[in-house]
């Protein structure tokens, strides 16, 4: 796998975001407080968030030299090692911010990309990163031989360093094509492991990264599984075998989806979401105690649909409902106002989900015992429906 060139910890950085026609302010704003989140799982620490309005993102600095200067004259006051911009930079751009500000500059695309790579633990999803790393590097080749851009034109400037860009890219792209290679193999193997487990009812956790799906994936399944309250925990797709009221299924929990991720980590990810492709039956978990848990619920929804997978049975669970309560109710409201302010929102989600939704807090065990029987009753059913004659599962 490529080493990490980013060495975020305990790094100080700034972040920086683009109002246009296509991002209003507050949605800036939203993506921005995720990107600080990102790197503080990555380790850094932010400083500041600047913003510009522009009616589209500048083709050589991205924000224009005027908020670049502004940029600069900070990170040098502060002593800020890192500046990340919330939307994906060319190779030329990088090349122009890293010069103007004299500071390491990342994008928000380069950031996941470390961060998968910092958690990536099995073959597979060793292989997945390094190609998706790879196939981000390739077109930001050139952008990253700064001293190209410094020798200028004419006679003597285009030998040697233009034959050292087409070898890296000759490099690059037969590591791609090795890649590939290596994942379709690996890709195989999981095929036939898929194959074997028979004839039981497949469940997929799916959602928006760091909504609780891996500490519900242990509730449910009652083994151990790695949470934390951090971006991309799960990498892997870990798989349960489950037994409620002797009926047995398979339960598994997969990666977290996420606004603006890198285009290329989902081509490469696409085989660890097979899981989800093949599964009969989805759990979307959704974090009711987020902001904007529509917004994620959304960008879920449309990663599904480009997976081919939102046509399944989904059953979506709202958790966090302790948080949410917090959150959104006053400590002196009165109960019963409470309660058909709750009730009103359930009632809305039952109406658009048609019934199939179920809320609940997986740290307090709220209503985990109706979600565990609403399980059932659904795995009960597919059963029924693909096994017609087999008594046994129902």
Same mark, same amino acid.
């Given at each position: 796998?490529?080493?990490?060139?980013?060495?975020? =910890?305990?790094?100080?950085?700034?972040?920086?975001?683009?109002?246009? $026609?296509?991002? /209003?302010?507050?949605?800036?704003?939203?993506?921005?407080?995720?990107?600080?989140?990102?790197?503080?799982?990555? /380790?850094?620490?932010? =400083?500041?968030? !600047?913003?510009?309005?522009?009616?589209?993102?500048?083709?050589?600095?991205?924000?224009?030299?005027? +908020?670049?200067?502004?940029?600069?004259?900070?990170? $040098?006051?502060?002593?800020?090692?890192?500046?990340?911009?919330?939307?994906?930079?060319?190779?030329?751009?990088?090349?122009?911010?890293?010069?103007?500000?004299?500071?390491?500059?990342?994008?928000?695309?380069?950031?996941?990309?470390?961060?998968?790579?910092?958690?990536?633990?099995?073959?597979?999803?060793?292989?997945?990163?390094?190609?998706?790393?790879?196939?981000?590097?390739?077109?930001?080749?050139?952008?990253?031989? $700064?001293?190209?851009?410094?020798?200028?034109?004419?006679?003597?400037?285009?030998?040697?360093?233009? @034959?050292?860009?087409?070898?890296?890219?000759?490099?690059?792209?037969?590591?791609?094509?090795?890649?590939?290679?290596?994942?379709?193999?690996?890709? +195989?193997?999981?095929? @036939? =492991?898929?194959?074997?487990?028979?004839?039981?009812?497949?469940?997929?956790?799916?959602?928006?990264?760091?909504?609780?799906?891996?500490?519900?994936?242990?509730?449910?399944? $009652?083994?151990?599984?790695?949470?934390?309250?951090?971006?991309?925990?799960?990498?892997?797709?870990?798989?349960?075998?489950?037994?409620?009221?002797?009926?047995? !299924?398979?339960?598994?929990?997969?990666?977290?989806?996420?606004?603006?991720?890198?285009?290329?980590?989902?081509?490469?990810?696409?085989?660890?979401?097979?899981?989800?492709?093949?599964?009969?039956?989805?759990?979307?978990?959704?974090?009711?105690?987020?902001?904007?848990?529509?917004?994620?619920?959304?960008?879920?929804?449309?990663?599904?649909?480009?997976? /081919?997978?939102?046509?399944?049975?989904?059953?979506?669970?709202?958790?966090?409902?302790?948080?949410?309560?917090?959150?959104?109710?006053?400590?002196?409201?009165?109960?019963?106002?409470?309660?058909?302010?709750?009730?009103?929102?359930?009632?809305?989600?039952?109406?658009?989900?048609?019934?199939?939704?179920? !809320?609940?807090?997986?740290?307090?065990?709220?209503?985990?015992?109706?979600?565990?029987?609403?399980?059932?009753?659904?795995?009960?059913?597919?059963?029924?429906?693909?096994?017609?004659?087999?008594?046994?599962?129902?």
């Amino acid at each position: 796998m490529i080493e990490s060139k980013i060495s975020l =910890q305990n790094e100080k950085a700034v972040l920086v975001g683009l109002v246009h $026609k296509d991002q /209003g302010e507050d949605q800036v704003k939203e993506y921005l407080t995720e990107l600080a989140f990102l790197a503080d799982t990555a /380790g850094a620490q932010t =400083q500041k968030m !600047f913003t510009q309005k522009l009616p589209h993102p500048d083709s050589k600095t991205f924000v224009g030299k005027g +908020k670049l200067q502004e940029i600069k004259e900070y990170v $040098k006051a502060k002593g800020i090692n890192l500046v990340i911009f919330d939307d994906e930079l060319t190779g030329s751009q990088i090349g122009n911010i890293t010069d103007a500000l004299e500071t390491k500059t990342i994008d928000r695309s380069d950031l996941i990309l470390d961060i998968f790579a910092s958690r990536a633990k099995t073959a597979q999803a060793k292989v997945q990163v390094e190609l998706a790393q790879y196939q981000y590097i390739l077109p930001r080749l050139k952008g990253m031989w $700064k001293h190209l851009e410094r020798q200028g034109g004419g006679i003597g400037s285009r030998g040697p360093g233009e @034959t050292e860009i087409e070898t890296d890219r000759r490099i690059v792209k037969d590591k791609i094509s090795l890649l590939r290679k290596r994942l379709a193999e690996i890709d +195989k193997q999981a095929m @036939t =492991q898929r194959q074997e487990r028979g004839t039981y009812i497949r469940v997929a956790l799916v959602g928006y990264t760091n909504v609780g799906k891996s500490t519900l994936m242990s509730l449910l399944s $009652k083994a151990d599984v790695f949470a934390e309250n951090k971006l991309f925990a799960t990498l892997d797709t870990t798989t349960r075998k489950v037994v409620y009221e002797q009926t047995p !299924f398979l339960l598994s929990d997969t990666v977290g989806f996420i606004r603006k991720l890198p285009h290329h980590l989902v081509e490469s990810f696409k085989s660890t979401l097979d899981e989800v492709r093949e599964a009969d039956c989805l759990l979307h978990v959704v974090d009711i105690s987020h902001p904007a848990y529509e917004d994620q619920m959304a960008v879920v929804n449309k990663t599904l649909v480009e997976i /081919g997978a939102f046509e399944k049975p989904i059953l979506t669970i709202f958790n966090k409902m302790d948080i949410y309560e917090e959150k959104v109710f006053d400590e002196w409201l009165d109960a019963e106002v409470k309660q058909d302010l709750l009730q009103q929102l359930k009632d809305r989600w039952e109406h658009i989900t048609e019934g199939m939704c179920v !809320f609940i807090s997986a740290t307090e065990r709220t209503n985990i015992n109706v979600l565990r029987q609403t399980i059932l009753d659904k795995v009960k059913a597919l059963y029924q429906e693909r096994y017609p004659y087999m008594t046994k599962f129902y």
